[in-house]
């Protein structure tokens, strides 16, 4: 997992703590049973750029997505985007 998705997911969840404390808990549960799902079949997933390397997939419950690519027989994490802020801007320039 990259440096920058590690900074969105403690963002994420200090945002949520902040706003109830245990819904940074409930946010990190949805992430890790996302990771799960998407370490068994990262091809599942729609691309998302117009090279089709880029993929991303939603967090149940939360307005997160996890943008990730695949190389070899990796998930690569790129970024755990909130949805709400730049909807369409998923990567950091």
Known sequence: MGEFAKEDIQVAYDHYEDE???LGEEFLNELLKRFD?????????????NQAII???KIDRFPY???FDIIGDKVVVHAVH????????????
């Open 65 to 67: 997505v996890i943008v």
């Open 55 to 57: 993929r991303d997939v």
């Open 20 to 22: 109830k404390m245990g």
């Open 37 to 49: 799902v998407l370490s068994d079949k990262p091809h599942n997933y729609g691309f998302i750029d």
């Open 82 to 93: 909130c949805t709400y802020k730049h909807p369409k801007r998923r990567l950091r320039d």
